[in-house]
Nanobody, 126 residues
Framework: QVQLVESGGRLVQAGASLRLSCAASGDTLNSYTIGWFRQAPGKEREGVACISLSDGSTVYASSGKGRFTISRDVKSTVYLQMNSLQPADTAVYYC????????????????????WGQGTQVTVSS
């Protein structure tokens, strides 16, 4: 079992930066991949980035490449640093945990992630 709690979402203006946090707790966390997903109003949820808690390797979806950086700390908190935010980045951001092999897929398949947080709202105004 893994518990995930996201935080850090808020209203910002276009061009701003924001860092989201995902606090993970549970057993054998080093055996998990943590992914960030987002769901904009009226759209399907999409992957943004993921990181292996075992070795720190990362994979980015096209939505997260270039402006977003995923990282982790020694306490298994995973961060999503988002720069140059645009109104199109407005969404509920979720973190999710999947088995360590998930990162090797280099794709963001929701069914691979068994545990999900509640989400945190990011709103970017123009």
């Amino acid at each position: 079992q893994v518990q995930l709690v996201e935080s850090g979402g808020r209203l910002v203006q276009a061009g701003a930066s924001l860092r989201l946090s995902c606090a993970a707790s549970g057993d054998t966390l080093n055996s998990y991949t943590i992914g960030w997903f987002r769901q904009a109003p009226g759209k399907e949820r999409e992957g943004v980035a993921c990181i292996s808690l075992s070795d720190g390797s990362t994979v980015y979806a096209s939505s997260g490449k270039g402006r977003f950086t995923i990282s982790r700390d020694v306490k298994s908190t995973v961060y999503l640093q988002m720069n140059s935010l645009q109104p199109a980045d407005t969404a509920v951001y979720y973190c999710a945990a999947g088995p360590s092999r998930t990162i090797a897929l280099k794709r963001f398949i929701e069914d691979e992630y068994a545990y999900w947080g509640q989400g945190t709202q990011v709103t970017v105004s123009s």
